[in-house]
């Protein structure tokens, strides 16, 4: 039996111009993500780990080469389409959670639903269902700015699984937390694979993070390369 990957990378290059001046980051990426795999990305600053998590996200767009989601050539699609090809299938958790300050924590995980239309009932079960599951029932109705820094990462967690996605691309999610708040979070995005099959990929710059991983890669001069993965078992 075959698996088709849930996330196939081929050739990937991605540049920027600024100020007249081309900055090639990714270099030709070739990766491919089965789901339910849980993977980590590291490596230094500025060596392209946001852009290909934005470029795998449908956030931005490739230079060249092929991205492929579930099969889908995410290149051929209008970006109407990708809007709710994102909606439905990528989750996002970013560094700094973009909650919106004015709006609970229900509201909060609500709003990629009701975006979808989904009738109001249904977004706030599935809110407060998602907001359970990240261990926050004891806090719907505080607003971002009321909440922990833990607390409101949970928060942004929930949102970007609230509509099921497949895939969860987290970019430094703990980057900005103490460490135990941190481990929380790890914890958490280890238990939302195990519970939902979520496949996750983690980007961050601290390998001990990162070795948690089953599968770790790390961004080289533009392109991802497997790091040891034998160094998972020994932490
Ligand atoms: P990392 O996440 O590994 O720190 P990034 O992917 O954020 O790295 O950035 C890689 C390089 O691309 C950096 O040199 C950064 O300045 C550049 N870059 C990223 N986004 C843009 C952009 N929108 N316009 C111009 N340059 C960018
Ligand atoms: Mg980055």
């Known amino acids: 039996m075959t698996t088709e990957p ?6 990937l290059a991605k540049h920027f111009v600024l100020e007249g001046q081309r900055i090639d980051v990714l270099r030709g990426v070739d990766v491919d993500i089965v789901a339910g795999e849980r993977v980590s990305i590291i490596g230094p600053s ?3 780990k946001s852009t290909f998590l934005h470029v795998v996200g449908t956030l931005d767009r490739p230079s060249s080469g092929s991205v492929q989601i579930q099969g889908r050539e995410l290149s051929k699609m209008s970006s109407r389409a990708l809007a709710s090809f994102r909606n439905e299938t990528i989750g996002f958790v970013f560094q700094f959670h973009h ?3 004015e709006f609970s924590a229900l509201e909060n995980v609500g709003m990629p639903a009701k975006i979808r239309r989904v009738s109001p009932a249904e977004v706030d079960s599935r809110a407060l269902a998602m907001l359970d599951r990240v261990g926050l029932r004891h806090r719907l109705h505080h607003r971002p700015g009321e909440l922990s820094g833990g607390e409101q990462q949970r928060v942004s967690i929930a949102r970007a699984l609230v509509m099921e996605p497949a895939l969860l691309l987290a970019d430094e999610p703990t980057g900005n937390l103490d460490e135990r708040s941190a481990e929380g979070i790890h914890e958490l995005l280890d238990q939302m694979n195990k519970e939902l099959g979520l496949t996750v990929v983690l980007v961050t710059h601290r390998s001990e993070l990162a070795q948690r991983m089953p599968r770790q890669l790390r961004m080289e001069a533009g392109r991802l390369v497997e790091a040891k993965e034998a160094e998972a078992s020994l932490s």
Do not use: A, H, K, T
């Not at 849930?6 to 050739?11: I, P």
């Open 46 to 48: 500025g060596s392209g």
């Open 99 to 101: 909650l919106l300050p």
């Open 6 to 11: 849930l996330v196939q990378v081929r050739d």
